[in-house]
Antibody, heavy 122, light 110 residues
Framework: QVQLVESGGGVVQTGGSLRLSCAAS????????MNWVRQAPGKGLEWVAF????????FSADSVKGRFTISRDNSKNTLYLQMNSLRPEDTAVYYC???????????????WGPGTLVTVSS | EIVLTQSPGTLSLSPGERATLSCRAS???????IAWYQQKPGQAPRLLIH???TRATGIPDRFSGGGSGTDFTLTISRLEPEDFAVYYC???????????FGPGTKVDIK
């Protein structure tokens, strides 16, 4: 069965960097687009970034553009989120999520990891 | 960027009642690329509906989605105790603008 497990969260100071990882198993990782979605404490969901199944195209929200970079290593079945210049407003649980259909570009998210908490202290 | 608005913010109902949740988009959402998710405290979201009206795998038929253009609805025909949660709509039609979520509707026990 599909399993997604995030890691790399923790406490970091304003201006610092962190790299999140998402280990995938139970499906053909190289065939699916992947996303990062975050949720600040007590708030709603915010889409962060999306990468195509083959890594050739990437998109990110305006709120993180130029600071966060999504990437993947299909040989390691792992998704990454490199987060630089972190701000207190980046404090959130970060989820990785798989698109529903293989090779699709426009698609919803049907499998999610449990999330990893990132806290940016001022 | 497509902005989604959900109403009401909170819906207070009793088990067995019908819940109707609304999601309105600032622009037409092409091909009805609207999804609905359920989230319970401390858990990741769960996909309920995609393509505006198609139930995801394993979702009970008391959940139904409808609408087109800019107005979409999620209906829960008879609320079960496990349905009290927060519900989010999402549009996924406008990459690279992003796959934006609505602010959510909380369904709580009256």
């Amino acid at each position: 069965q599909v399993q997604l497990v995030e890691s790399g969260g923790g406490v970091v100071q304003t201006g610092g960097s962190l790299r999140l990882s998402c280990a995938a198993s139970g499906f053909s990782f190289r065939s699916y687009g992947m996303n990062w979605v975050r949720q600040a404490p007590g708030k709603g969901l915010e889409w962060v970034a999306f990468i195509w199944y083959d890594g050739t195209n990437k998109f990110s929200a305006d709120s993180v553009k130029g600071r966060f970079t999504i990437s993947r290593d299909n040989s390691k079945n792992t998704l990454y989120l490199q987060m630089n210049s972190l701000r207190p407003e980046d404090t959130a649980v970060y989820y990785c999520a798989r698109v529903r259909v293989s090779y699709s570009v426009y698609d919803c998210l049907d499998d999610w990891g449990p999330g990893t908490l990132v806290t940016v202290s001022s | 960027e497509i902005v989604l608005t959900q109403s009401p913010g909170t819906l207070s109902l009793s088990p067995g009642e019908r819940a109707t949740l609304s999601c309105r988009a600032s622009q037409i959402v092409s091909s009805s690329y609207i999804a609905w998710y359920q989230q319970k405290p401390g858990q990741a979201p769960r996909l309920l509906i995609h393509g505006a009206s198609t139930r995801a795998t394993g979702i009970p038929d008391r959940f139904s989605g409808g609408g087109s253009g800019t107005d979409f609805t999620l209906t829960i025909s008879r609320l079960e105790p496990e349905d009290f949660a927060v519900y989010y709509c999402q549009q996924y039609s406008s990459s690279p603008q992003g796959f934006t979520f609505g602010p959510g509707t909380k369904v709580d026990i009256k």
